[in-house]
């Protein structure tokens, strides 16, 4: 079956660089793309980007100037880069197998395997 | 202020339906699909409905979706105690070109 595990710090001092680690197994690089979605304390879900393993990653441009993802196809895993990070980053951070399709007009995207979550902390 | 708009909380009785609206505009729900998602406390998310109605294999008849103009849908029918989770929905978004979530629904079974 499909798993994915993030790992990486839970603790993470303001202004220095977050670093996560999907480690992905039962599933094909080249039939899935791969996202990073994160939750913030007591709220909802927020859309961090998405990547194919043949590279050229979309990201929330809210995040974008911050953001980075990358894909080891050799180790099956899939990190995300947070730079100058604050206590609004603290959060649970999900890495998720991701569907997506686009008819020319319409674009689906669904998450449809998700890891467990890690709680990174932002604090000093 | 999440760019899908959700109600906050929604209860019913075991065995009984009930429905969770998902509100957006033209740049999202009113172009693009929907999927649903249920967080149970504690727990990833997990998906229940894709591409406005498909459920994925495992996921009960109960479930279901729908899209109307810039709405979207989850109906959730018999009831029980376990359906008790927050549920999300989230389409793609043009005009941000972002995938969007809904601020989240939590339902209760009374």
């Known amino acids: 079956q499909v798993q994915l595990q993030e790992s990486g710090p839970g603790l993470v001092r303001p202004s220095e660089t977050l670093t996560l680690t999907c480690t992905v197994s039962?599933?094909?690089?080249?039939?899935?793309?791969l996202s990073w979605v994160r939750q913030l304390p007591g709220k909802g879900l927020e859309w961090i980007g998405y990547?194919?393993?043949?590279?050229?990653?979309t990201y929330n441009p809210s995040l974008k100037s911050r953001v980075t993802l990358s894909i080891d196809t050799s180790e099956s895993q899939f990190s995300l880069k947070l730079n100058s990070v604050t206590a609004a980053d603290t959060a649970v951070y999900y890495c998720?197998?991701?569907?997506?399709?686009?008819?020319?007009?319409?674009?689906?995207?669904?998450?449809?395997?998700w890891g467990q979550g890690l709680l990174v902390a932002v604090s000093s | 202020q999440s760019v899908l708009t959700q109600p906050p909380s929604v209860s019913a009785a075991p065995g009984q339906k009930v429905a969770i609206s998902c509100s957006g505009n033209?740049?999202?729900?009113?172009?693009?699909?929907v999927s649903w998602y249920q967080q149970l406390p504690g727990t990833a998310p997990k998906l229940h409905i894709y591409?406005?109605?498909k459920r994925p294999s495992g996921i009960p008849g109960r479930f279901s979706g729908s899209k109307s103009g810039t709405s979207a849908t989850l109906g959730v029918t018999g009831l029980q105690t376990g359906d008790e989770a927050e549920y999300y929905c989230?389409?793609?978004?043009?005009?941000?070109?972002?995938?969007?979530f809904g601020g989240g629904t939590k339902l209760t079974v009374l």
């Open positions: 998720a197998t991701t569907g997506l399709s686009s008819t020319g007009y319409s674009t689906d995207i669904s998450f449809n395997h």
């Open positions: 039962g599933v094909s690089f080249s039939i899935t793309y």
């Open positions: 990547m194919y393993y043949t590279g050229n990653p």
């Open positions: 033209s740049s999202n729900i009113g172009k693009h699909y």
């Open positions: 591409e406005n109605y």
């Open positions: 989230v389409s793609w978004d043009s005009s941000l070109s972002a995938a969007v």
